[in-house]
């Protein structure tokens, strides 16, 4: 892609964020997601350097997209400390590492990845949720987390049996009281 169609995209979302700051009093985080022009970590970077925006952190989105799909898996922990000042906000989500091997060996699309649960619960991944816990005391994070599970075809009762295995899942790792 274009400098051009970055610098406008860039400048379109800059201006979102200063005229909502500017007119309500209201801060704009950016959420980095997987499909989307601000995906990779060179992209995050350019529209927080561009833009000054902060973010709404997706361990989940940021390690699919920037990790190496292995058990421990340091892309959300490393990125988390690198840029503690510029995220305002959390979005717990782990990657399945069998599902996340099968997609990228049989470069199965994202949509598809997703259809086939590449986003498991929080204790079943490749993401080291007390390393981040570990990180988050370090930064000092303040903000918001919000686990965010994708669940497609969940019924009501499995996606409440998976917010209870996660709730209890940070309570065991005391990233929550």
Not at 158 to 172: C, W
């Amino acid at each position: 892609m274009g400098t051009d169609v970055w610098n406008s995209f860039l400048t379109k979302i800059k201006d979102m964020g200063e005229y909502t700051r500017n007119e309500y009093g209201i801060e704009v985080v950016y959420h980095p997601h997987i499909k989307t022009m601000i995906e990779y970590e060179d992209e995050i970077i350019r529209l927080m350097g561009f833009t000054g925006l902060n973010l709404c952190f997706d361990t989940g989105h940021h390690a699919y997209d920037n990790g190496n799909g292995q058990p421990g898996d340091p892309s959300a922990p490393d990125f988390m400390r690198r840029f503690a000042s510029r995220i305002a906000y959390l979005h717990f989500k782990q990657v399945d590492g069998a599902v996340y091997k099968k997609v990228m060996d049989e470069h199965i699309d994202s949509d598809t990845a997703f259809d086939i649960n590449v986003m498991c619960d929080l204790p079943d991944g490749i993401i080291d949720f007390a390393e981040v816990g570990r990180v988050m005391d370090e930064i000092g994070f303040a903000g918001i987390a919000v686990v965010e599970s994708d669940m497609p075809r969940a019924t009501t009762e499995q996606a409440f049996a998976s917010a209870k295995r996660n709730l209890n899942y940070l309570r065991d790792l005391k990233i929550i009281d």
